[in-house]
């Protein structure tokens, strides 16, 4: 069986849980940052972790706001030999839309976009995917081989391929696993990578909650149903009646929780707390969350918590399966957003103010993060903010 086999630079790191991001400024007080297109924060924010100076600022934001306002479109155009599309950076710093066809395509009607020809239409690689996951939601516990090494799976339009990660020395059983799905292997691309894969629990966006007095987490968005007041978070982090306390006094429960299968819950507060719509950025000010418009692959994105602060990233992936220890959860959106433990259930958000989602789990180091691993292979998971609206019946709270 042909497998394409991609060995990340080895690294000696421990098993440690993943962490998530920080969060929305729910329960937040002191003033949110004065709107412009990137408020400055942010924008020192995204100079630190992804080299974007300020001159580059408005043609990132016009090549993101193309993807979102034309990616549909794209879609359309190019039919059934479709591959994808992502925000990519050029060497003089530039960015640009690219979108890949498995046809003879060489340009779009969509003014702005580079057309890339590739092997494999999207909808290929989705099958591959599909067979990957139904494997997985096959196997019987106690009779089928454990994926134990094996730690995601997901389509990578940028190198037009389904990428199933492992941990380091686990090569064999990724292979036994994408050959026992299956799957076509001329479309699979198996990478090492360093770490495990854990979920981990450790409020305004990002500041801490404890659940039972045992776990502690961070906040995602602030979110209301009705007229109940409340906050969205991981799954993982508690179930549904699991009490929530903020700085020691008791403000909540978990009201519903999904795990695994999915990584999403929300808890709703007593009517006394004050909702804010933003995300800390850990120096004294907060992001308005403006909206929840999902962003392209490659386009920048930033998230806070209570262990390692605001860090930034791009997003590098979508509907990715991570396989935990729990249980596989489907349809994470895979970010390079450095993280820590304790992070779990926190806010990602992009420059435009639009929320994503809410972490889920990553590969970290002993020393509780990964922020040591190169940004080319650390993942850092969270599960997309609009399902958890629509599942739940819940509105974001908005700037």
Known sequence: MSVSISRQSARTISLSACVALAAAATFASGAAVAGDTVDAQLKFAMQRDLGIFPGQYAQYLATERLAQSQGRAIEREFGSAYAGSWIERNADGSFKLVAASAGARK???????????VRHSLKQLQQSMDLLDASSRARIKGISK???????WYVDPVSNSVVVKVDQG??????????LSGADSGSVRIEETPGTLQTAATIVGGIEYSINNASLCSVGFSVTRSS???FVTAGHCGSAGAIVRIGGAQVGSFAASRFPGNDRAWVSV???NTLQPWVSNYSGGNVIVRGSTEAAIGAAVCRSGRTTGYRCGTITAKNVTANYAQGAVYGLTQGNACMGRGDSGGSWITSAGQAQGVMSGGNVQANGNNCGIPASQRSSLFERLNPILSQYGLSLVRG
């Open 146 to 152: 454990p994926l134990t090494g094996v730690q995601s």
């Open 270 to 272: 007593g009517s006394g």
């Open 228 to 230: 109940t007041k409340g």
């Open 107 to 117: 340009s779009s009607s969509i003014g702005g976009v580079e057309v890339r020809n």
């Open 170 to 179: 686990a090569l064999d059983r990724g292979i036994d696993f994408v050959a």
